[in-house]
């Protein structure tokens, strides 16, 4: 990984700088110049409109209120599944024609989302009728837990994508 990599180059300009500091064997440090590239992203950014509408019958369905809702904030609002994951209850204004979210939950940065249609209603429903946990203070609760994980989140996308056909996994599996 490009962590290791990184970590890998640290530990050997430290100990050629003791090389060149305390043994005199080296003149020069080697390991300036060298450069750890970044990773490549290996999966899509944008979904091809079959790839969408594929996700979208997938939802509409085998998923559960829960995961409509999971789902249309993901997929209508570009909320990351962290965001999902650690929604608050007090920062979620939905009703049944108007909604905004306040997302974000690392180092206090939040930014807020007027939610489209598509986004509110799925949420909406969840909200009323969707059997969350009322004693929680998130949005997406969980059996084992006072939230949804982000792993949790993950595992119910993994779940969701097995109820492919053949023809729809190759256009979704990655």
Do not use: M
């Amino acid at each position: 990984s490009v962590s290791h990599r990184t970590r890998v180059k640290s530990v050997l300009k430290q100990f050629c700088q003791w090389l060149i500091e305390d043994q005199g064997v080296l003149s020069r440090n080697p390991t300036r110049g060298v450069e750890v590239k970044a990773q490549e992203i290996l999966t899509p950014r944008v979904l091809s409109p079959e790839q969408r509408f594929v996700l979208c019958h997938l939802v509409d369905q085998h998923a559960d209120l829960r995961g409509q809702a999971i789902f249309a904030l993901g997929y209508w609002a570009g909320c990351r599944v962290s965001d999902v994951a650690h929604l608050l209850l007090a920062h979620t204004h939905v009703g049944p024609k108007l909604g905004w979210l306040r997302v974000g939950h690392k180092g206090d940065k939040f930014r807020e989302i007027d939610l489209l249609n598509e986004a509110r209603r799925p949420l909406h429903l969840y909200l009323q009728h969707g059997g969350r946990d009322e004693s929680s203070p998130y949005v997406f609760t969980s059996q084992r837990s006072p939230h949804l994980t982000e792993y949790g989140i993950h595992q119910w996308f993994r779940t969701l994508k097995q109820h492919a056909t053949k023809d729809q996994w190759a256009l979704i599996g990655d």
